[in-house]
């Protein structure tokens, strides 16, 4: 899933395009990738000496999904660990204080949970909705939300998965690798367990024998599997050779076996001009949970082959692309499991990308496919008209956002697909996916439209819009490596449309933005939805709660702002973006701090109750 490139002062940070080596040097890197802003005298950038006395892992931690990550996205993960390692000292910098930890740090997780939001969905239809028993609030507990406690994520500067609850355990990653499992009351720490890289994706939570395992991905590649009771690694497993992979959707859960959605950095590699552009293939990959052994994994597009070159003379590489950002969704009925896929990155397009597809359950095999639009190969060298943009040159509409599998009053099942373009798609499962309605709800674009969730209660299907744009920076200093301003008056708006034709049942507009820098009334989160209130996260901050009747605003809470946590750990909030709200046993938790798209930056996860309950 493409994102708005940002080219102003490359020129200086990323050089001229390298050659890969042997033996990676992290000097020569930083010299060549760092040293144009590192070694210049500027009150906003740590000098090299400065760096030098950093530990390693939190230079790595900043490459990462960090203030320097829109810079080092084109950088392989060897290059940023090499230049981590060359700089700074050895050892962590991040450490749980003792006051942090539970008096009581056992995790007993029951056979069968009370109340519980597993994943990225309640339930494996992704549909995004917490029945009234299992979120245990109504409408007029939703009014008297208010914070019960913050927990803030040490050493990181955004904040973008979504915690998974069962009863009174909560389970969430973070930016910087670490996944915490905490308890819900007070927000005190069970344990925490290391990941190589950053852990965007919702956690799912499998009953192995008597065990309970916790699965999740993170932003190098790695799939794990960790014991829910002690945090202890059961099984590591690299589910993609290919270096740029990223594993951003939750996976799913069935009869054993753990279906994994395969995405990828590929595309913003695509920069540098010497880069041989573009080989990773998206993918789902099914493995036994038990040990990680492989039953199957079906790639979305086919082998690479050379396809000639660039100006610059550099070997070009297709097909590409079609990564899965999303989480797959189950159709227990009719034994399959369906996903959507994101834009080829290079020539030539195929017709699986910008596609709901759906593969069998035992085998993997591609029943069958819709794509909704065709031609679509882009990546981040688009921005700038670089040499290894493809031909077709977007319009990067790719699916962001899960299929939604529900049923309509007539006892029909529907599949619902939100996409990039800002047009809500209906299909018909019994029919190979034909489509039965599509509506327009957003103007669309490289960061518009749907980005990453709708929910639905079976009666409408609630989708928010981000159709984020942005500004230029008015006289920017010398090597400001921001992303460009969101502009404060686009995007954003929240409409309710119903599930059998598609008709808009309501629109909730945007709400205004204030003063603050980075605000925009874009609402890029996934949308979640409980009996009569819909919860809509925006970049400007705040978390919202809308009538499901009428779109009428029930609640309003600005997260971006400085927290006092549990955990003593300095922290803010700031964008919501991707995850969106847990809402589960008369909670709701929320991650702040989403600076990718040009939003503010924050390192926090909320917790709310109603008050009467405190």
């Not at 050659?19 to 950038?45: D, F, L, W």
């Not at 007070?186 to 699965?215: D, E, M, N």
């Not at 750990?569 to 995850?579: N, Q, T």
Request: neutral net charge.
């Amino acid at each position: 899933m493409a994102r708005m490139t940002i080219v102003f002062a490359m020129a200086l940070i990323l050089g001229s395009a390298w050659s890969m080596q042997a033996q990676i040097s992290g000097e020569t890197i930083y010299k060549q990738r760092c040293a144009g802003c590192h070694e210049v005298v500027n009150p906003r950038i740590p000098a090299r000496d400065a760096l030098q006395k950093m530990p390693a892992a939190r230079i790595l931690r900043a490459l990462d999904f960090g203030l320097m990550m829109n810079v080092a996205y084109p950088l392989r993960r060897e290059e940023r660990e090499a230049v981590a390692s060359w700089l700074g000292t050895a050892g962590d910098d991040v450490a749980v204080p003792p006051k942090a930890y539970c008096s009581d740090r056992t995790v007993r997780l029951p056979a069968r949970a009370k109340s519980e939001w597993n994943g990225w969905s309640p339930t494996t239809s992704n549909d995004r909705f917490q029945s009234g028993a299992a979120a245990g609030l109504n409408v007029q507990q939703v009014r008297d939300l208010k914070l019960k406690w913050a927990f803030g994520f040490d050493g990181d500067v955004n904040a973008s998965a979504q915690p998974a609850v069962i009863d009174q355990y909560l389970f969430i990653g973070s930016a910087g690798g670490t996944v915490n499992a905490l308890s819900t009351a007070t927000g005190c720490v069970k344990w925490t367990f290391q990941a190589t890289g950053p852990v965007r994706s919702a956690i799912v939570v499998a009953r192995v024998g008597q065990r309970h395992t916790l699965l999740f991905g993170d932003q190098t590649g790695w799939f794990y599997a960790v014991d829910a009771a002690a945090g202890k690694l059961v099984w590591k497993k690299r589910v993609e050779d290919h270096e740029a992979t990223r594993l951003t959707g939750s996976p799913i859960v069935h009869d054993g076996v753990v279906f994994v959605p395969v995405a990828s950095w590929e595309e913003t590699r695509a920069l540098g001009t010497s880069y041989a552009c573009c080989t990773f293939r998206g993918s789902v990959v099914a493995l036994r949970v038990g040990d990680g052994s492989l039953v199957w994994k079906t790639y979305m597009v086919g082998q690479p082959t050379q396809r000639g070159k660039t100006r610059d003379g550099v070997a070009t590489w297709g097909p590409s692309g079609a990564g899965i950002w999303s989480t797959p969704t189950l159709d227990t009925k009719r034994r399959l499991l369906y996903v959507t896929t994101g834009d080829n990155y290079s020539t030539p397009a195929t017709d699986t990308s910008d596609a709901v597809i759906a593969l069998e359950l035992a085998t993997g095999k591609i029943a069958w496919s819709n794509q909704v639009t065709a031609g679509d190969a882009y990546n981040s060298a688009c921005g700038s008209r670089g040499a290894n943009c493809p031909e077709e040159n977007g319009p990067d509409y790719d699916f962001g956002s899960s299929t939604i599998l529900t049923r309509l009053p007539n006892g029909r099942d529907i599949l619902i697909a939100g996409q990039k373009s800002g047009i809500v798609y209906a299909f018909d499962p019994d029919k190979k996916g034909e489509m039965i309605w599509d509506v327009r709800v957003g103007k669309g674009g490289v960061n518009g439209g749907v980005q990453w969730g709708m929910a639905t209660d079976g009666r409408k299907v609630y989708v928010a819009v981000s159709d984020v744009a942005r500004t230029r920076r008015t006289n920017p200093e010398p090597f400001d490596v921001g992303l460009p301003l969101v502009d404060p008056k686009q995007g954003g708006g929240l409409t309710a449309l119903g599930i059998i034709d598609g008709e808009r049942a309501w629109y909730a507009p945007p709400a205004p933005c204030d003063s603050k820098p980075g605000c925009s009334p874009a609402q890029s989160a996934a949308v979640t939805a409980i009996p009569g209130v819909v919860f809509s996260g925006s970049i400007d901050g705040h978390i919202r709660a809308f009538s499901a009747d009428d779109g009428k605003l029930l609640w309003d809470f600005d997260t971006a702002r400085e927290f006092e946590t549990v955990n003593g750990v300095k922290a803010r909030g700031g964008s919501l973006d991707g995850p969106g709200a847990t809402v589960v046993g008369g909670m709701v938790f929320v991650s702040s701090g989403y600076s990718r798209n040009g939003g503010m930056a924050g390192n926090i996860l909320l917790a709310f109750a109603p008050s009467k309950n405190d």
